[in-house]
Antibody, heavy 126, light 106 residues
Framework: EEQLLESGGGLVQPGGSLRLSCAAS????????MSWVRQAPGMGLEWVSA????????YYTDSVKGLFTVSRDNPKNTMYLQMNSLRAEDTATYYC???????????????????WGHGTTVTVSS | IQLTQSPSSLSASVGDNVTITCRTS??????LNWYQKKPGTPPKVLIF???TLKSGVPSRFSGSGSGTDFTLTITDLQPEDFATYYC?????????FGQGSKVEIK
């Protein structure tokens, strides 16, 4: 069974840092692109970041660019999200997801998020 | 790419047919996905690439559209369908979700 398990969330002061982890099992990790998606309390889903299967290509939503860094360790079947300079608006449940490709155009991959973890909660507050 | 869903919320009864629309700010061809989200659980993909039903998802869910206008239809609404639904595009490297459409019990 394909599974994702997030960890690393918690309470952090504004300006602080956290590193989230996403441990994968049940599928060939190094052939899958991966994503981070968050949901702030009472709000909708927001895509945060994505990383290609090899880790060569990374993508970020504008609000976290330069503050968050996505990476992966394929031999450990784990993806990470390093979050620096955290702000109150980063408070959310963070989900990792496995991307399934449904089309290609050059280096771009069209995909959907097929498998999701149960999320880890990040609270930024003093 | 901005995604605008309508309605933002609706009330319906078991057995009703429900339609949710998603309009995109740019042509995204057919790369539009739909997710169902219930409180305390992760999102679940229902439909990908506009109209392909994910394995295991009931056939009462269907999707259609192209270009900039897309639709999710639920026929014969069941109690377990009361949830929030999100469209998502991956046509751009900067992925975006719609703001969500909450389906509530009338």
């Amino acid at each position: 069974e394909e599974q994702l398990l997030e960890s690393g969330g918690g309470l952090v002061q504004p300006g602080g840092s956290l590193r989230l982890s996403c441990a994968a099992s049940g599928f060939i990790f190094d052939t899958s692109g991966m994503s981070w998606v968050r949901q702030a309390p009472g709000m909708g889903l927001e895509w945060v970041s994505a990383i290609s299967a090899s880790g060569e290509h990374t993508y970020y939503t504008d609000s976290v660019k330069g503050l968050f860094t996505v990476s992966r360790d394929n031999p450990k079947n784990t993806m990470y999200l390093q979050m620096n300079s955290l702000r109150a608006e980063d408070t959310a449940t963070y989900y990792c997801a496995r991307n399934i490709v449904v089309g290609r155009s050059g280096i771009h991959r069209y995909y959907y998020m097929a498998v999701w973890g149960h999320g880890t909660t990040v609270t930024v507050s003093s | 790419i901005q995604l605008t869903q309508s309605p933002s919320s609706l009330s319906a009864s078991v057995g009703d047919n429900v339609t949710i629309t998603c309009r995109t700010s740019l042509n995204i061809n057919r790369y539009l996905n739909w997710y169902q989200k219930k409180p305390g659980t992760p999102p679940k993909v229902l439909i990908f690439a506009t109209s392909t039903l994910k394995s295991g998802v009931p056939s009462r869910f269907s999707g259609s559209g192209s270009g900039t206008d897309f639709t999710l239809t639920i026929t014969d609404l069941q109690p377990e369908d009361f949830a929030t639904y999100y469209c998502q595009q991956t046509s751009s490297s900067l992925v975006t979700f719609g703001q969500g459409s909450k389906v509530e019990i009338k």
